[in-house]
């Protein structure tokens, strides 16, 4: 079992930076693909980033891409997401997922463990 729990969010002004965390409290996640998802309010959920099983491959929305920095540290059991240059339409709730297989690295449903998400807000 996947136990999964984001932290690291809070306010920032725009131009701000913010280290997401989301470590697990369960078996260990190195098998797993581990993902960045954010939903803003009345909006869909939407893929932020995904780093591979071993961290050596990273995908990125287009939106996040030259600013946000997905890493894991599957030692330790945690996934970061560095977020720099922020801007006030990365407003969201930020969710890490947990995904096994070779379904779509973006697609949300692909990924079957979840938190609870972080709230970022970012102010202009």
């Known amino acids: 079992q996947v136990q999964l729990v984001e932290s690291g969010g809070g306010l920032v002004q725009a131009g701000g930076s913010l280290r997401l965390s989301c470590a697990n409290s369960g078996r260990t996640f190195s098998p797993y693909t581990m993902g960045w998802f954010r939903q803003a309010p009345g909006k869909e959920r939407e893929f932020v980033a995904r780093v591979g099983v071993s961290g050596g491959t990273t995908i990125y929305a287009d939106s996040v891409a030259g600013r946000f920095t997905i890493s894991r540290d599957n030692v330790k059991n945690t996934v970061y997401l560095q977020m720099n240059s922020l801007k006030p339409e990365d407003t969201a709730v930020y969710y890490c997922?947990?995904?096994?297989?070779?379904?779509?690295?973006?697609?949300?449903?692909?990924?079957?463990?979840w938190g609870p998400g972080t709230q970022v807000t970012v102010s202009s």
């Open positions: 997922a947990a995904k096994i297989g070779y379904a779509s690295d973006t697609d949300w449903r692909a990924y079957r463990y």
